[in-house]
C-alpha cells in the first residue's frame, strides 16, 4: 500500500515535470564555413560577426523546420535562437531524457547538448549545435566572502 | 585581494524558493484566528446585520466580566488558544478541527475581490457554511450560545502598495532618485531639459512589481514581457529588477521602460541569450542588463559564444549595450569589447570619489587588451554595498535578506517595508544605461560605439581607492573604475555638440562641376578699316584677333570631411547605426548657457562640480 502511493506521487510529480516548458537554444551553422573557420579562435564580436552569420536561407529553413516540430521559435540574433517546448514534446523529438526544472535543464548523461542526429538530416545539416543555457548570476551580491 | 566564492551567491536563490514556496495553492491554515463576542448587555447582537458600533453605541455591546470568563472557561476547554480577552471580544485561535467540532459548523475557503499592493485581485477567506453573513459562525444551539453572540473569523488584510518613500534610517546612504541624479551629475542635464525622453530602454532581470514610488512619479513603465522559462509578469520575488529600475529613473526619468523578466520561479536568472534576442526584437535604443557568469579564462562555452555573438550583433543593429562587470568576478558579457561594461564607485558624503571595493576590475583573458570597466555608476563598499536605498516589493527576497542589523551588514529597514539598501555593480548598470538615454535625447544620431566614447572621455577620474580584485585607482584610465564616474552634463553637453557637427558629416562628395562648354571661339574682329585720317594722323592698327578660350576641365569631387573631437567613432558608422524610430537629435537647442559651459569644457576642462 506504502508503495503504491509514493509510486503514485513520483509518477504526478514526473508528470507535472513533463508538462513544464523547457528552452534551447539553436545554434545555426555560418553562411560561409571557410570565413568562420578564419575566426574559430577569436571571441565573438563585432569584427568577426559576419564570418559567424549564418545565411538568411538557413534561418528561413531552420525556423520553418523547427516550427514543424512543434516548437515555438524565439527571434533570431547573431547566430541563435530559442526554441521552447513542453519537458515531454523535446524528450520525445530529440530522444532523451532531461533533468532539472524551473527552466534550467540538461540532458540525463549528456551535458547541455541535444543530440542533433534524431533530426532531419537537412535541418541537423543547418544546425552548429543545440544547448541548454546555464543560469546566470545577479550581480547584487558579492563573488567572494564578506 | 577578495576570495572566490560561489556559495555566497546561493543564499539569493534559497531566498527566492522560499518566497516562490509561499506563493503555493490555498491551504487551510494551521491556526485560524477569529474574535467570539461574549453576549452583550444591550439587547442586540454585534452581529445583528446593518448595525453599525460607533462610540455613542458601543457601551451596548459591552459584556459581563462574569459572561467573558465564562466564555473563556468554556473556549478554552474546547482547544482553543484565548489570546486576549476584554468586555467586548475574545481573541482565540484553533485549528479547523477545532472550530468545526466546537460550533457544529463546516469551514470552507473562498475566494474574494480584495487590493492587494493597490491592485484588485483575489484573496482567499475562511468562511463557515451556516451563516450568510461573511466569516461569521453562530453559536446557535451549540454550548456556547448562552455565552456568546457569535464568532467572527479573521479576514486577510494586505498591506497597501508600499510607501513612495524609503524609511528613515540612521547612515550615510544614497536615496534615488535625487541623491543618484546628483551624482550621477544628471540634475542639471535634466533642468536642461534633456531626461531621456522618447528613448526606449529594456532591463533584463528579476521582473517588475507595481511600486508607489513609480506609479506616483508617473515614470513610464511598460508591462513586463516575459522571457523564456518565466511566469508571472507582476511578480517581482527577488526584488532586483524593481530595485534597479529605480537607478534607471534617477538618471532619465522619462525614459520608457520595459522590463524582460528573466528570473524563473526559483529565482535563477534563465535563458539569458534567448531573452537578449528577444530583448533586441523589441529595437530599444538602450538594453540593461545587471547580471553575469564568472569568466575568468577562456575559451568560451558553446552557450557564451552564442551569448557574445548576440551581444555583437545587437550592437551592430545600433542598439547600446549595458552590463555589470561584477562584484568579485570576471563578469561576462562585461568583457565583450562591443558593450558597455559598468563598475563601481563610492561616492563619500563629503562627495568625495573613490574605487569601489565591491566592484570587479580587470583585464579580460578572453578578449586580448579589452579592460574592464569602461565607467563606472555609483555603488557601495564592502561588507555588502548597502548604499542605495531602492524600492522593491515588500517581503522580496531582498528585502527580506538585507533587512535589520546594523549598517554596514544590515540596512536597518523593515523585512516587510518595501525598501532596501543594496548597490552592487548591479545599481551601476542601470544608471549608466539612464545617461546613455540622455545622451541619446540629446543626440539620436550616436550609435553605440559615440555614445561609449562620449562617456567615456566625459567621465570624472577617480584616483584613490581599490577595487574588489585588488586593482588601484590612479590618474587617468585604470582597471578600478575605468575612465571614472559617469558625468551626465557633460557626457550631454559632449553629446550636443556632436549632434551640431553630424549634419556636416560626412558630407556627400561633391558632384564634379559638368565641364563648361567651350565657349566659342570669338569671332576676330574685321580689322578696321583704316580710318582715313581727317588729319594727318597714322592709320589705327588693326585689333588682333582673340584666341578661342578652352574649356575647363571639371573639378575633381571632393573629399567627405572628417568629423572632429576625440572618439573612434564616424560620422557614417553612426548614421546608420540609429533606429528609426529614434529622437529627432535637435536636443531642443543649445542654450547660451550650455555654449559657455561647453567653451569652459573645452578651454579647462573644468571639474563640473567645483571640486
Not at chain 2, 98 to 126: D, N, P, S, W
Not at chain 2, 166 to 172: A, K
Not at chain 2, 189 to 214: C, E, L, N, Q, Y
Amino acid at each position: 500500500m506504502t508503495d503504491d502511493v509514493t509510486t503514485d506521487r513520483s509518477d504526478d510529480r514526473d508528470d507535472e515535470r513533463r508538462q513544464q516548458s523547457a528552452t534551447a537554444l539553436v545554434v545555426l551553422k555560418a553562411a560561409d564555413p571557410a570565413a568562420r573557420a578564419r575566426v574559430a579562435d577569436q571571441p565573438p564580436s563585432i569584427e568577426t560577426l559576419d564570418a559567424l552569420r549564418p545565411s538568411d536561407d538557413t534561418i528561413v529553413a531552420a525556423t520553418d523546420a523547427l516550427r514543424r516540430l512543434g516548437f515555438e521559435v524565439g527571434p533570431f540574433l547573431g547566430n541563435s535562437m530559442a526554441i521552447t517546448g513542453t519537458v515531454a514534446h523535446v524528450e520525445a523529438v530529440f530522444g532523451v531524457r532531461l533533468e532539472g526544472g524551473d527552466g534550467v535543464y540538461s540532458v540525463v548523461g549528456d551535458g547541455d547538448e541535444l543530440p542533433l542526429d534524431a533530426l532531419d538530416a537537412t535541418l541537423a545539416g543547418r544546425i552548429e549545435r543545440i544547448v541548454f543555457e546555464p543560469p546566470m548570476e545577479l550581480d547584487e551580491e558579492p563573488t567572494w566572502t564578506p | 585581494m577578495a576570495t572566490k566564492k560561489t556559495t555566497a551567491k546561493k543564499s539569493s536563490r534559497s531566498r527566492a524558493k522560499k518566497a516562490a514556496a509561499s506563493d503555493s495553492s490555498p491551504r487551510f491554515p494551521r491556526r485560524i484566528y477569529a474574535n467570539a463576542s461574549p453576549r452583550s448587555v444591550g439587547p442586540v447582537s454585534m452581529f445583528e446585520p446593518g448595525l453599525m458600533a460607533d462610540s455613542a453605541t458601543v457601551g451596548n455591546f459591552a459584556s459581563d466580566p462574569s459572561d467573558v470568563e465564562r466564555a473563556v472557561n468554556l473556549l478554552s476547554d474546547a482547544g482553543f488558544d484565548v489570546l486576549d480577552a476584554n468586555e467586548y471580544m475574545i481573541n482565540i485561535c484553533g485549528s479547523k478541527t477545532t472550530y468545526e467540532r466546537a460550533f457544529g459548523t463546516e469551514l470552507t475557503m473562498v475566494e474574494r475581490t480584495v487590493l492587494k499592493h493597490g491592485e484588485e485581485t483575489e484573496g482567499t477567506h475562511i468562511d463557515s457554511t451556516n451563516s450568510d453573513i461573511d466569516g461569521l459562525i453562530p453559536v446557535a444551539g451549540t454550548r456556547f450560545d448562552e455565552v456568546l453572540e457569535g464568532v467572527a473569523i479573521e479576514e486577510p488584510f494586505y498591506l497597501d502598495a508600499p510607501a513612495p518613500f524609503p524609511p528613515p534610517v540612521d547612515y550615510f546612504h544614497l536615496s534615488v532618485p535625487g541623491d543618484v541624479a546628483v551624482g550621477l551629475n544628471a540634475e542639471r542635464a535634466h533642468r536642461g531639459g534633456i531626461t531621456g525622453k522618447g528613448v526606449d530602454i529594456v532591463m533584463t532581470d528579476s521582473g517588475m512589481a507595481p511600486h508607489r514610488f513609480f506609479s506616483d512619479r508617473g515614470y513610464r513603465v511598460q508591462p513586463t514581457v516575459l522571457g523564456p522559462g518565466t511566469s508571472d509578469p507582476t511578480e517581482d520575488a527577488i526584488g532586483h529588477g524593481t530595485g534597479e529600475a529605480a537607478n534607471i529613473f534617477a538618471a532619465a526619468p522619462d525614459a520608457r521602460l520595459t522590463p524582460l523578466k528573466i528570473a524563473s520561479a526559483s529565482g535563477a536568472l534563465v535563458n539569458t541569450t534567448a531573452a537578449l534576442n528577444l530583448a533586441a526584437s523589441m529595437n530599444p535604443d538602450i538594453i540593461t542588463n545587471s547580471w553575469s557568469s564568472n569568466r575568468r579564462f577562456g575559451p568560451l562555452s558553446a552557450t557564451a559564444q552564442a551569448q557574445a555573438t548576440a551581444v555583437a550583433a545587437a550592437v551592430a543593429n545600433g542598439i547600446t549595450m549595458v552590463f555589470s562587470a561584477g562584484n568579485g568576478g570576471w563578469g561576462f558579457p562585461a568583457q565583450h569589447p562591443d558593450v558597455i561594461a559598468a563598475g563601481g564607485v563610492h561616492m563619500r558624503q563629503d562627495g568625495s570619489l573613490e574605487a569601489s571595493d565591491y566592484a570587479s576590475g580587470f583585464t579580460s583573458n578572453i578578449y586580448p587588451g579589452r579592460k574592464v570597466p569602461d565607467v563606472s555608476g555609483l555603488v557601495g563598499m564592502q561588507p555588502k554595498a548597502a548604499y542605495i536605498m531602492l524600492p522593491l516589493p515588500e517581503g522580496s527576497s531582498i528585502d527580506v535578506g538585507n533587512s535589520g542589523g546594523n549598517h554596514p551588514n544590515g540596512d536597518e529597514t523593515a523585512s516587510n517595508d518595501g525598501w532596501a539598501a543594496f548597490s552592487g555593480t548591479s545599481a551601476a548598470a542601470p544608471q549608466i544605461a539612464g545617461v546613455c538615454a540622455l545622451i541619446r535625447q540629446a543626440c539620436a544620431k550616436l550609435g553605440p560605439a559615440a555614445i561609449k566614447s562620449i562617456l567615456m572621455s566625459t567621465a570624472r577620474d577617480v584616483t584613490t581607492g581599490t577595487g574588489a580584485l585588488g586593482q588601484n585607482a590612479t590618474v587617468g584610465f585604470d582597471t578600478a573604475t575605468g575612465a571614472g564616474l559617469v558625468d551626465a552634463r557633460r557626457a550631454v553637453l559632449i553629446a550636443k555638440l556632436r549632434c551640431i557637427t553630424v549634419p556636416f558629416l560626412p558630407l556627400q562628395p561633391l558632384l564634379p562641376l559638368q565641364p563648361l562648354q567651350p565657349t566659342l571661339p570669338l569671332v576676330p574682329f574685321q580689322p578696321f578699316r583704316p580710318v582715313t585720317p581727317v588729319l594727318p594722323f597714322q592709320p589705327i592698327t588693326p585689333v588682333l584677333p582673340f584666341r578661342p578660350i578652352r574649356p575647363f576641365r571639371p573639378l575633381a569631387p571632393l573629399p567627405p570631411v572628417l568629423p572632429f573631437g576625440p572618439g573612434p567613432f564616424s560620422g557614417a558608422e553612426d548614421q546608420s547605426a540609429a533606429p528609426a524610430d529614434a529622437g529627432t537629435g535637435d536636443a531642443g537647442g543649445l542654450t547660451p548657457e550650455d555654449l559657455a559651459e561647453l567653451e569652459r569644457l573645452v578651454l579647462d576642462d573644468d571639474d563640473q562640480f567645483g571640486a
